[in-house]
């Protein structure tokens, strides 16, 4: 049967590495780097998809069995991938994949216990765990890994790829590790340059492991766009939000007027914002920020992922965000909508 759709998905919503490696994972390095560069500029890195999708009202395509089924299912879902690039704003990317979450839930729960329908949970697996939904992830893809057969090694291997991220994602290193090192163990032939990520990936565990909640933030010391001091502990005694973002990012630009509302609301009662952008054009970051009335101070030093804060914290996906409270430890991290309100909220309420 040709499930395509799985690669479509990948390329429409993974984050940056995995759209690199789906998409030119025969190429030589070299080229794979030229041909990431060349599309994140010009597509966002991923939107997220709303916890609602399952729910919406869905009508699946006519068919005389669930391969049938599915076979056209995947057909209307990579067709709505490629809509991807087209999409005017991140509000319509965020209804396409809404679309095609919500397809996908329906599918398996009409032929629940098919091979489709664990193929589909590879499908919303991959897509949760590429829009940074890493808890929704993890049922997904525990139950593809814990059923597929070893006809389905490559999915298989991206299915322990996704789920390694998503642990990392969570705090659980361990788990994180162990599907790391399977991959490597059992999976290295299936795509050496993702074999070389996971690798590479496996190093950095130990960095993470320091941004564990509780732990201290990575020390900084740089200059913002304005030629202002910014470091960690130059907030001591404010709840600060270490900001990894970029113009280029739709779920960043998505989630900016939250921000900007947070930061508007609490600003005067001790939090702080430190962005850390990862784009490459100074006049489009300019720009943005101008028409947007962003306040804070911003980092720029115009590489890219090779940012050099970035790669302190070991940042591979955005936005990617730290809550530090008023002693400086780290108390929540990847915040979005009203959890972010919520947590600072808390943080400001403490007593030091």
Partial sequence: MNRRVWMWAALAIAIVVPVVLLSAKDKAPAEVATAQVQAEETKPLGIPVSANAATAKVTLPEGSSAEDVYTKLTAEIEAQAQRMGTAASPEEQMAILDEIAAKLEAFR???????EALDAAFQLG??????QQFEQAVPYLAEFV???????????TYAHYYLAESFKNTGEYDKAEGEYKLILRDYSDVNRNLTNYVSTSLDGLASERKLAIGGDPIDFDVKSLKGERISPAAYRG???LIDFWATWCGPCIAEMPNVKNVYSKYHGKGFEIVGISLD?????LDRYIASQGIE???????????NDVAV??????????????????IRYKSLRGKQLETAVQELLAEKV
């Fill in 109 to 115: 729960s009409q032929y629940s216990g098919t091979p």
């Fill in 126 to 131: 991959a897509m949760k765990a590429s829009t």
């Fill in 146 to 156: 814990g059923k597929a057969d070893s006809s389905q090694r490559e999915k298989l």
């Fill in 238 to 240: 404010k709840v600060l």
């Fill in 280 to 284: 490459q054009s100074r006049d489009k």
């Fill in 296 to 306: 804070w101070p911003q980092y720029f030093d115009g590489k890219w992922w090779n």
């Fill in 312 to 329: 302190s914290y070991g940042i591979k996906s955005i936005p990617a965000t730290i809550l530090v409270d008023k002693k400086g430890k």
